[in-house]
Structures are given as structure tokens and as C-alpha cells.
């Protein structure tokens, strides 16, 4: 390849790289995503490897879920047995729980949470990190499209929505716990 066709095309990229950089950092690209993040607020956050314990209720059942201090191996407290999560269905866990970004703000305050399936709430989330600090939220009914579930955060008198396939993860928590697989089933699963 000639080395001045080379050089131009070099030049051509830097040049639109730059641009692009210019316009990513100054929000001038598509509608910028300072906005975004004004419509989707984050429900709470926190740093993923503080958190040491989550407790899930959802459908009449209650699982809890701990880390040893210092360790990261996580383990299910159910019916007074202790259990290590099954990692292929746990990892990530912790992340989605870290800072669950809420689709919108229904209002600012509402009165009627029976109306939006908070009262009772069909899922009560504890997340606890290591400093004590536990941040609790209730997930009630679907949105009448069903792409969302209703949330609040207790302490909180805003009323969110996230999305439906988010929550029915964290519902699946208290529903099917990432218990391990028998054994006859990891062999099985080993020599396919």
C-alpha cells in the first residue's frame, strides 16, 4: 500500500475519533446522556463486593443469603442449613443488586400502595452491606403492560418502576435458590 494513501487514512480516522470524543464528552450526541440518567434514577447504590447478606420474600417463602466475613463464597440459609450457592446460576447476583436502575418515577409520593400491589408487597429485598447499612425495597404488581413491576425503597416516599424480567430474576431468588445440582446430574452434564 502506498504510504501517503496510509498516512491520509490514518489522519481520516484521527481526525473523526477525535470529533466523536469532542461530542461524547461535551453531551452533544443524541439528546446526551445526562437526561438519561435524570429519567432513570438509580433505586439505591452500592459497591457490589460490600454487600454480605440479601434475604428474599417473595410467595410465602423467605431465603437468606450470606457471606463469610473476608471470604466471597456465598451461601443459602434456608430451614437452618447452610448450602454454597451453585456459581453458575449465582454469579451476577450481587451486581444486580448493587444498583437496580428503576425504568421510571410514577410519582413522587403516593398514598394508595394497596393499589400498585405494595400493601402487602409481593417481594420484600434486604440487601445488607458490610458497614450494617441495609437497603429494603418492595416490588408489588405488574404495570398493566407487564413490561414493569411497581418498587419503592422503605424510607423512600417515591414510587418507581422496574423492569418485569429484572424482578422475576430476583423473585426466582425466594422462588428456585441456586441450590447445586445432584450429583448424577453434573455428571450428566460433564460428558455431553
Excluded: C
Amino acid at each position: 500500500m502506498n504510504i501517503r494513501l496510509s498516512f491520509l487514512l490514518v489522519a481520516i480516522l484521527v481526525i473523526f475519533g477525535g470529533t466523536f470524543l469532542v461530542f461524547q464528552f461535551t453531551d452533544l450526541i443524541g439528546g446526551s446522556s445526562g437526561n438519561d440518567t435524570a429519567d432513570r434514577p438509580w433505586l439505591f447504590k452500592v459497591d457490589d463486593n460490600s454487600i454480605v447478606h440479601i434475604q428474599v420474600s417473595h410467595a410465602g417463602r423467605t431465603v437468606d443469603y450470606d457471606r463469610k466475613p473476608g471470604g466471597t463464597t456465598w451461601f443459602i440459609q434456608e430451614n437452618g442449613e447452610e448450602t454454597q450457592v451453585f456459581q453458575d446460576k449465582w454469579s451476577g447476583t450481587t451486581l444486580l443488586l448493587s444498583g437496580p436502575q428503576v425504568n421510571r418515577i410514577v410519582t413522587s409520593s403516593f398514598d394508595n400502595p394497596a393499589s400498585y400491589g405494595l400493601e402487602p408487597p409481593e417481594t420484600v429485598v434486604k440487601v445488607t452491606e458490610r458497614s450494617g447499612l441495609v437497603y429494603e425495597f418492595h416490588m408489588g404488581s405488574t404495570t398493566p403492560d407487564a413490561a414493569n413491576q411497581y418498587t419503592y425503597l422503605v424510607g423512600d416516599p417515591t414510587l418507581f418502576t422496574v423492569p418485569q424480567i429484572w424482578a422475576q430474576v430476583i423473585n426466582n431468588l425466594a422462588d428456585e435458590p441456586p441450590y447445586p445440582p445432584p450429583p448424577e446430574e453434573e455428571a450428566s452434564a460433564g460428558s455431553g
